[in-house]
Nanobody, 115 residues
Framework: QVQLVESGGGLVQAGGSLRLSCATS????????MGWYRQAPGKQRELVAS???????NYVDSVKGRFTISRGNAKNTVYLQMNSLKAEDTGVYYC?????????WGQGTQVTVSS
């Protein structure tokens, strides 16, 4: 059983910053890729950023230059540094991890950006 635990969400004013953290419950396992998705009210869940085991990163166009994804020294952690936040970044952010063909999800953390 693998669990993902997120932290770092909250309320911030436009232009501010937040840092999201995610750790899996199995530090003995390595994951092929980890990332962050978000879901805004009334919208579909979308990929925000991802990073592979080989450190290849991918970002949705709307966050390029503002968000940075990184993996910790421990293979089971991933972070999302969010700068210059905008109201449209508001949503529930979900941590995602993939090991072989199996995907794991966190419970989600709310990010609210006030304009």
């Amino acid at each position: 059983q693998v669990q993902l635990v997120e932290s770092g969400g909250g309320l911030v004013q436009a232009g501010g910053s937040l840092r999201l953290s995610c750790a899996t419950s199995r530090s003995d396992l390595s994951f092929d890729a980890m990332g962050w998705y978000r879901q805004a009210p009334g919208k579909q869940r979308e990929l925000v950023a991802s990073v592979t085991n080989g450190s290849t990163t991918n970002y949705v166009d709307s966050v390029k230059g503002r968000f940075t994804i990184s993996r910790g020294n421990a293979k089971n952690t991933v972070y999302l540094q969010m700068n210059s936040l905008k109201a449209e970044d508001t949503g529930v952010y979900y941590c995602h991890a993939r090991r072989y063909y199996i995907a794991y999800w966190g419970q989600g953390t709310q990010v609210t950006v006030s304009s």
